[in-house]
């Protein structure tokens, strides 16, 4: 779901530790924490802080995006805190099922299959997949065209399925970051990923040539934020803070902030 390349370059790097599930796995950043109120309950939110524009950071102390502007709206209008920490994307499921998270965020698609294994508020976003493509492969028009081709992607993700359902060879990333940085590189001809993300690095770094493509194939997608699966009281929280946010255009503000449309 990274304001200075180097910066954020050697942040996932410190974090990207595998599958490992331990403590020492979580990249070493503060958490971050609404203000404190009394007798709050106090949710903890693990995302990856490397999906911008939707959560990111530019310090350790420095925690920004679209989700969390919205997470942190939501908490103060339901009456509870949200205490974030960075996680990378390889085992974030995970924190819900042994108990670290309550919340789990990053530009996270619904889909049915999740959907047995977790619980989903209802959509705050709508998106699409789309192609971030090098100097070098812009020859590359729709999906069809990865077939055979090395394709930078994160594990476990929407897009990674997609990949393989066109005969890519995936080539993982940690981060958002690290697999356009691979496309950079020409390690991989191509990125697969969010519009709203890959749009963001394309124009964040023009000197690198980088091309968004839209396969005019690709569906439209809903964003929610996961919690437990049956946790229907912080389900219900989310989703009445959403629906106060929209009825009153504070949503849309947030929306007009972080993506000017």
């Known amino acids: 779901m990274k304001q200075y390349l180097w910066l ?4 996932v790097l410190m974090s990207a530790c595998g599958k490992n599930n331990t403590d020492t796995t979580t990249p070493a950043a503060s958490a971050t924490t609404s203000p404190p109120a009394a007798s709050q309950t106090v949710y903890r939110v693990y995302t990856e802080q490397s999906y911008p524009p939707f959560i990111m950071h530019s310090s ?52 049915e299959e999740r959907k047995q294994k977790m619980s989903f508020s209802d959509p705050y976003f ?24 090395q ?6 993700t929407f897009q990674d399925n997609l990949v393989q359902q066109y005969g890519g060879e995936p080539m993982y990333g940690d981060s958002s970051w690290l ?14 990923g969010d519009f709203g993300v890959l749009s963001y690095f394309a124009k964040k770094y023009p000197d ?17 934020f996961v919690v437990r699966k049956d946790n229907t009281e912080l389900q219900s929280k989310l989703n009445q803070g959403l ?16 993506f000017g449309e």
């Open 8 to 11: 954020l370059s050697a942040c």
């Open 60 to 111: 350790a102390e420095q925690i920004s995006g679209f989700e969390y502007d919205l997470l942190n709206e939501i908490a103060k209008r339901q009456n509870f805190q949200v205490k974030f920490t960075p996680y990378i994307w390889d085992g974030l499921f995970d924190t819900l099922n042994n108990g670290k998270a309550d919340i789990v965020s990053s530009g996270i698609t619904i889909t």
């Open 126 to 149: 709508e998106t699409e997949t789309v192609l971030l493509l090098g100097k070098e492969t812009q020859n590359i028009k729709k999906f069809a065209d990865i077939r055979g081709k």
């Open 151 to 156: 394709i930078s992607v994160k594990q476990g």
């Open 179 to 192: 697999t356009v940085k691979n496309t950079i590189a020409k390690y991989s001809a191509a990125t697969v």
């Open 208 to 224: 690198e040539g980088l091309k968004v493509v839209k396969d005019p194939s690709s569906v439209k997608e809903e964003l929610g």
């Open 243 to 258: 629906q106060q946010m929209k009825a009153d255009g504070t949503y849309q503000k947030l929306y007009q902030k972080w």
